[in-house]
């Protein structure tokens, strides 16, 4: 499938209700988001510098530039938060974990409603638990699409 906003197919975890990118479970879960960190920051710092000490020269594809890097290490930095809540959870990378975080999250997906839908769930791990915000859109035909997911454990 296609996921809104982009041209690219993908594959997905569906039950044949919701689908889910198996990309936010085996590679953004998992802190498998790939980033030259310190490329990134360091470019960061250049362009925050450049529209500090001269404002003139900071035009609006430097200010484009800017927040897309900001959002990358952003996601990245998130990416690498999740795989960390998931492992001291002892919910390890493994494929039978990423289809059982799937399968929750497409049982959380029966509540979405039309319009852009917050859905609080939780997952239970073996040293841990974790609860599972996830926001839904919903596509044209009615299918539930995760748009984004964000982790956080339980104390």
């Known amino acids: 499938m296609t996921p809104p906003g982009s041209s690219h197919p993908v594959k997905v975890y569906t039950d044949g209700n919701a689908q889910i990118n198996t990309g936010k479970i085996d590679t953004y879960m998992r802190g498998k988001v790939e980033l030259d960190v310190d490329a990134v920051k360091s470019r960061i710092n250049?362009?925050?510098?450049?529209?500090?000490?001269?404002?003139?020269?900071?035009?609006k594809n430097?200010?484009?530039?800017?927040?897309?890097?900001?959002?990358?290490?952003?996601?990245?930095?998130?990416?690498?938060?999740?795989?960390?809540?998931?492992?001291?959870?002892?919910?390890?990378?493994?494929?039978?974990?990423?289809?059982?975080?799937?399968?929750?999250?497409?049982?959380?997906?029966?509540?979405a409603k039309i319009g852009n839908t917050e859905i609080i769930s939780y997952i239970e791990g073996s040293t841990g638990n974790i609860q599972v915000v996830s926001r839904w859109k919903i596509l044209d035909d009615g299918t539930p699409y995760l748009a984004t997911v964000i982790l956080k454990p339980i104390k």
């Open 46 to 59: 250049e362009l925050k510098n450049i529209k500090k000490t001269n404002p003139e020269i900071f035009n």
């Open 62 to 111: 430097m200010k484009n530039e800017l927040k897309s890097i900001e959002d990358k290490l952003h996601n990245y930095q998130r990416s690498q938060e999740m795989s960390k809540t998931l492992n001291n959870a002892g919910i390890l990378d493994n494929a039978e974990n990423n289809q059982m975080i799937a399968e929750e999250l497409l049982e959380a997906a029966k509540s």
